[in-house]
């Protein structure tokens, strides 16, 4: 986080709603998770209120001080308060200052009627009256103060209460987030495959068992260009291995589509394999399909060769 995020002048920017959408939200978290943080702001949220009174802020800062902390009757009342406040203080001032006056003009009175050997004497009546002023002054600037610390821990109650609620909001959250996305990923996703299967067309050819590479003349197979998958039925001379695998080759031997862990169906006289492959990886050329057995101790070995040729449509 930026350090000027800490300093009162930033605080004040944020109070009067000047700050980035970003600044807004480090301050946020960070009242939120450290005390003397968000003691700092109400510290700084109070001289606010005090330069409004005063009527120390310029133009653009009051209106935004009124759109901002005037918008609720706790932020007017406290407003109405600090003002009651500095106007007893301002009062209290006057007067002191009108009974100093109205001394000074007796001991000026006295001094020429009795002579400047009572000055003392008066000088002293003076002093004992001001201190009482002062004394009837702090006293009850003591329990003005004492009122607002109370109003103040209060709202402090509140607000620990509010940020207590708001931390225990967000772990529920965050909870609820973390189980939604278990339960995602422990979704089957199986749906999606099985539309696309049934909407696909399927072209089918049954291949001629070879025992050897280019034992007979391969034949033609046309595959339409609107067919999205080609289902090959190859049939076995024997079914003596527990799966299969299948390569498909080209005419030049390079491999073209490999498929393992293949089961073989019956059909009415015959096991047979059968494999899908994408019509899109078929051209129009000769094809061989190998299919090897995989022997008990994983080896494969020679089960067929399928030879035949595409012709595209």
Do not use: C
């Not at 003002?83 to 001032?93: C, D, F, N, Q």
């Not at 089961?263 to 006289?269: I, P, S």
């Amino acid at each position: 986080m930026d350090k000027n995020v800490y300093s009162d002048v930033a605080l004040k920017q944020y109070l009067l709603g000047e700050t980035s959408e970003e600044e807004r939200d480090q301050i946020e978290h960070r009242y939120l998770a450290n005390k003397d943080f968000f003691d700092q702001m109400l510290a700084v949220e109070d001289d606010l209120v005090d330069e409004y009174v005063r009527g120390e802020l310029s133009a653009s800062e009051r209106e935004q001080f009124e759109r901002k902390l005037l918008t609720t009757p706790r932020q007017r009342e406290k407003l109405q308060q600090t003002r009651r406040l500095l106007e007893s203080m301002r009062a209290h001032t006057l007067d002191a200052k009108r009974a100093k006056k109205r001394e000074l003009e007796k001991s000026t009175s006295w001094f020429s009627i009795f002579g400047a050997r009572r000055i003392p004497a008066f000088a002293g009546a003076f002093v004992l009256l001001l201190m009482f002023v002062v004394a009837a002054w702090l006293f009850i600037r003591e329990r003005q103060l004492n009122s607002e610390l109370q109003r103040r821990q209060a709202e402090r109650a509140q607000m620990q209460q509010r940020q207590q609620d708001l931390q225990a909001k967000l772990q529920d959250e965050q909870r609820e987030k973390s189980e939604l996305l278990q339960q995602l990923q422990n979704v089957p996703q199986t749906e999606q495959p099985k539309e696309s299967q049934t909407a696909a067309t399927v072209a089918t050819f049954v291949l001629p068992l070879t025992l050897t590479r280019g034992g007979r003349e391969a034949p033609s197979f046309t595959l339409k260009h609107d067919v999205d998958m080609v289902q090959l039925q190859a049939p076995l001379a024997n079914d003596e291995y527990k799966s299969y695998q299948a390569d498909l080759q080209s005419a030049d031997g390079a491999s073209v589509y490999r498929i393992s862990k293949l089961k073989t169906r019956k059909t009415t006289n015959r096991n047979v394999l059968l494999l899908r492959i994408p019509a899109r990886l078929l051209k129009g050329r000769d094809y061989v399909l190998k299919v090897s057995g995989v022997a008990g101790n994983g080896q494969l070995e020679d089960a067929g060769f399928y030879s035949f040729r595409i012709v595209r449509n």
